[in-house]
């Protein structure tokens, strides 16, 4: 493999890892205009002065060009296709002894992602012997592999559009192990 897509994929793997940490998006309370008067007065207090409601008058009509709930609803993604129906992926099996603490899914970077985060107390050796077992059930080439004591890592690939990457890494005060999944499908390109 080229050190080009390896380059490729780690700057990938590094991407999903930041991403799986979450998300540090804060408001931008700098777009609020403090000396714009609200629409939506507070209807306790128009009702103890006496004045209508206006919240129906100056509610804006419902037009063809807004999406309604039904319109909102079909603009969901679609599931992948590794991506079964109860949220795992079909070609890269869950861990069948550990415990899922973690599932993210979405679109980054022209690809769909999927990561899913497992936890188990099973031995190191029971983990790699389940997941060489499963990549060489699955056809996955393996493209990288470490295999230790500690950690143990897979990068995976099935062709120009799939690759995933298996990372198993034992936690030094418990020993047990975090098990970190991630598969990513890029989007097919669009016909010309």
């Known amino acids: 493999m080229s050190k080009a897509v390896r380059?490729?994929?780690?700057?990938?793997?590094l991407i999903?890892?930041?991403a799986s940490a979450g998300c540090s998006h804060k408001p931008a309370y700098s777009e609020i205009d403090a000396n714009r008067t609200s629409k939506n007065q507070n209807q306790n207090s128009e009702a103890q002065t006496g004045a209508q409601p206006q919240a129906a008058a100056e509610a804006p009509q419902a037009s063809a060009s807004q999406p309604g709930p039904a319109q909102a609803e079909s603009a969901?993604?679609?599931?992948?296709?590794?991506?079964?129906?109860?949220?795992?992926?079909?070609?890269l099996p869950s861990y069948p002894r550990a415990?899922?603490?973690n599932v993210q899914f979405g679109p980054i970077q022209q690809?769909?992602?999927?990561?899913?985060?497992?936890?188990t107390r099973d031995s190191m050796e029971k983990v790699q012997a389940f997941y060489t077992q499963a990549i060489k059930e699955n056809h996955w080439t393996v493209t990288d592999k470490l295999l230790d004591p500690e950690l143990s890592q897979?990068?995976?690939?099935?062709?120009?559009?799939?690759?995933?990457k298996v990372e198993v890494r034992k936690d030094e005060?418990?020993?047990?192990?975090?098990?970190?999944?991630?598969?990513?499908e890029k989007f097919a390109a669009p016909p010309k």
Request: hydrophobic share 50%.
């Open 7 to 13: 380059l490729l994929f780690s700057l990938f793997a």
């Open 154 to 164: 897979w990068t995976l690939n099935k062709d120009e559009r799939n690759n995933a």
């Open 173 to 184: 005060k418990t020993g047990s192990l975090d098990i970190s999944i991630v598969r990513a």
């Open 76 to 91: 969901n993604p679609t599931m992948p296709s590794f991506m079964n129906a109860a949220g795992a992926i079909k070609d």
């Open 99 to 101: 415990v899922r603490t």
């Open 111 to 119: 690809a769909t992602v999927m990561t899913l985060m497992l936890h």
């Open 16 to 18: 999903l890892i930041v």
